[in-house]
């Protein structure tokens, strides 16, 4: 097959790269707007392709797929989301619109654009979405460009609950915490869906392979919901550490992303601990109806929680990340 990724530096997309040129005879192009965070991808069957979102390359005449993964989870400021996640998802559909193109087109996006539970009901893709926060908006906003183009574009659409795994840098820093000695959670019960790489990669490609591409949407999410509590926990329980639990009510965490948010503007460095981020939080349970996938393509998550997180605090130690 003939893919094109964009994303291919980030750990979702590195991972994705690493299976389909292991997993098949695949022919893989990478958009690459900086070649020097690819520290991950060295493999010489690898094309690299420099541009983004908004300057495209020319795409080979025989794509296959699309897997779109790039998107902006942080940001210095709120439009940014906007620019990046819509208009630059926009772009991309109309550079292979106006080209005559017409790959399967697989849309990362996020339980954010959908909406929080309620009454611990786990949220399902046919509900009216409620995004929370400008990150939230702006991911709804780009699968709305993408199924503009459904009837010429066999488009598929994930929204993936909060991924971990390798290489991720977000969900290192509570890792850090905890290996220190110490577990911040909230003075109000925080539950998410959550969902390790390798799976997210296993349902990427069998969207690609099994999915019909009317515009379908499926949420991507291990069954079992967590809180930070739970995270926290089995986090210690791996690295064998004691650890005191500290309560942070809201309303300090809210104070906190505004400073936070107000240095990333001054230093150009966005921030994991933001107001968009905060507005996501307070919203308490992003939990997710796994069903649909699960029915309509036969996929379902393999790597039980444990040891998907044994895996990837055993990866940031001997990477020297933790």
């Not at 003939?2 to 990478?30: C, D, K, Q, W």
């Not at 979405?129 to 598929?156: D, H, R, W």
């Amino acid at each position: 097959m003939i893919v094109f990724i964009t994303g291919p530096s980030g750990f979702i997309g590195s991972r994705l790269i690493e299976h389909l040129l292991t997993g098949g005879n695949n022919e893989i192009y990478a958009l690459v707007r900086n070649p020097a965070k690819l520290s991950w991808l060295n493999n010489p069957a690898l094309h690299l392709l420099s541009g983004d979102l908004q300057s495209l390359p020319a795409l080979p005449d025989n794509l296959d797929i699309v897997f779109h993964l790039a998107g902006l989870t942080k940001a210095t400021n709120h439009a940014d989301y906007y620019t990046v996640n819509q208009k630059g998802t926009a772009s991309l559909v109309d550079h292979l619109i106006e080209n005559r193109l017409s790959p399967k087109f697989i849309y990362l996006s996020s339980l954010a654009a959908g909406r929080p539970a309620r009454n611990g009901q786990p949220v399902t893709e046919e509900e009216a979405p409620e995004p929370a926060s400008p990150y939230g908006k702006s991911k709804l906003l780009a699968e709305q460009e993408i199924l503009k183009y459904k009837n010429f574009l066999p488009v598929t659409i994930i929204r993936a609950a909060a991924i971990f795994g390798p290489r991720d840098r977000d969900f290192l820093q509570f890792f850090e915490l905890i290996n220190h000695g110490w577990m911040f959670t909230f003075n109000k019960k925080i539950t998410m869906s959550l969902c390790y790489v390798d799976d997210l990669v296993t349902a990427l490609e069998t969207c690609a392979e099994k999915s019909r591409g009317q515009g379908e949407i499926y949420n991507v999410t291990d069954p079992v919901p967590r809180t930070w509590e739970d995270i926290g926990r089995e986090a210690a329980r791996i690295l064998n550490k004691k650890v005191r639990n500290i309560k942070v009510p809201l309303w300090l965490v809210r104070a906190a992303a505004g400073l936070s948010e107000l240095s990333s503007k001054l230093s150009g460095h966005p921030s994991p601990l933001n107001l968009s981020k905060y507005r996501d939080m307070e919203k308490l349970s992003w939990v997710a109806d796994h069903s649909k996938i699960k029915k309509e393509l036969g996929f379902e998550t393999a790597w039980p929680f444990s040891r998907a997180l044994e895996v990837t605090i055993d990866w940031y130690k001997t990477n020297g990340w933790l």
